[in-house]
Antibody, heavy 120, light 110 residues
Framework: QVQLVESGGGVVQPGRSLRLSCAGT????????MHWVRQAPGKGLEWVAG????????YYADSVKGRFTVSRDNSKNTVYLQMNSLRDEDTAVYYC?????????????WGQGTLVTVSS | QSVLTQPPSASETPGQRVTISCSGS????????VYWFQQLPGTAPKLLIY???QRPSGVPDRFSGSKSGTSASLAIGGLRSEDEADYYCAAWDGSLSAWVFGGGTKLTVL
């Protein structure tokens, strides 16, 4: 069964850091690009970051550029989102989703999401 | 303010057809594929349409997508109560080097 499972969310104070993880099972993880997408409470979807299958290419939304870093460890079938200098507006449910993999559609596989709350 | 523009709401009665629009620009919809997602309350988004008009396996053919110029549309025919959800469009934006989403459309099945 193909599955993505996020972890690492929680409550953090503004200005602090948090690292999210997304573990994949049931898929050739090392051949998939990956995305992070977030959703603030009561708001729409916002793409946050993406990483190629081998980690050589990374892309970020302007809202997180310079503060967030996406990385991956294919030996652990896991992609990470390191979030530094967190702000109130980063409060959201963070989802990981599949990226490019041959001719397969992107965003076809989603995790259940992990909630990050930035609050003092 | 989202880069892609969707109407905030839409409504229609069961059995009817509804269309949701998504307007962008030459740097996103005008030059890249459009994706559509359905999100039921409290759940992760689900891919409905990719590459403008392709359905992943398991998505009923009641759902269809189209694109013309810098705009795209999602049509849902034979509406059912379970179609009541939020719908989002998305596309890669070459100028931003980022994926952009529409603000979402809340569909009500009356």
């Amino acid at each position: 069964q193909v599955q993505l499972v996020e972890s690492g969310g929680g409550v953090v104070q503004p200005g602090r850091s948090l690292r999210l993880s997304c573990a994949g099972t049931g898929l050739s993880f090392s051949s998939y690009g990956m995305h992070w997408v977030r959703q603030a409470p009561g708001k729409g979807l916002e793409w946050v970051a993406g990483i190629s299958y081998d980690g050589s290419n990374k892309y970020y939304a302007d809202s997180v550029k310079g503060r967030f870093t996406v990385s991956r460890d294919n030996s652990k079938n896991t992609v990470y989102l390191q979030m530094n200098s967190l702000r109130d507006e980063d409060t959201a449910v963070y989802y990981c989703a599949n990226g490019r993999h041959g001719s397969s559609p992107q965003f076809d596989i989603w995790g259940q999401g992990t909630l990050v709350t930035v609050s003092s | 303010q989202s880069v892609l523009t969707q109407p905030p709401s839409a409504s229609e009665t069961p059995g009817q057809r509804v269309t949701i629009s998504c307007s962008g620009s030459t740097s996103n919809i005008g030059s890249n594929s459009v994706y559509w997602f359905q999100q039921l309350p409290g759940t992760a988004p689900k891919l409905l349409i990719y590459t403008n008009n392709q359905r992943p396996s398991g998505v009923p053919d009641r759902f269809s997508g189209s694109k013309s110029g810098t705009s795209a549309s999602l049509a849902i025919g034979g509406l059912r109560s379970e179609d009541e959800a939020d719908y989002y469009c998305a596309a890669w934006d070459g100028s931003l080097s980022a994926w952009v989403f529409g603000g979402g459309t809340k569909l009500t099945v009356l």
